[in-house]
Nanobody
Framework: QVQLVESGGGLVQAGGSLRLSCAAS????????MGWFRQAPGKEREFVAA????????YYQDSVKGRFTITRDNAKNTVYLQMNSLKPEETAVYYC?????????????????WGQGTQVTVSS
């Protein structure tokens, strides 16, 4: 089992920045690919970013490339999502997740563990 707890959400103006954190406990964190997803009201949960544990590769949804950065600190069992130049349409609950897929994955169905989510609200 892996337990995930997100933090760092909040209210920010358009163009602002937030850094989300996801603290993991339980099984060996470093052996999991980590991902961030988001879900806006009435919409499906969508992939935002992922970090592979085996080769350090990172992956992003096209709309966030150049603005969001996923990093992980295996010593602290924590993954981060730095979000810059936020847009109102990015208002959503943001979730972190852990996947046993070695290289990382875009598919939410391949993530085994999920956090409870943290609300990000971007005002215009």
């Amino acid at each position: 089992q892996v337990q995930l707890v997100e933090s760092g959400g909040g209210l920010v103006q358009a163009g602002g920045s937030l850094r989300l954190s996801c603290a993991a406990s339980g099984r060996t964190f470093s052996r999991y690919a980590m991902g961030w997803f988001r879900q806006a009201p009435g919409k499906e949960r969508e992939f935002v970013a992922a970090s592979s544990w085996i080769n350090g590769n990172t992956y992003y949804q096209d709309s966030v490339k150049g603005r969001f950065t996923i990093t992980r600190d295996n010593a602290k069992n924590t993954v981060y999502l730095q979000m810059n130049s936020l847009k109102p349409e990015e208002t959503a609950v943001y979730y972190c997740a852990a996947s046993s897929v070695v290289g990382g994955t875009y598919s939410r169905y391949e993530y085994d563990y999920w956090g409870q989510g943290t609300q990000v609200t971007v005002s215009s």
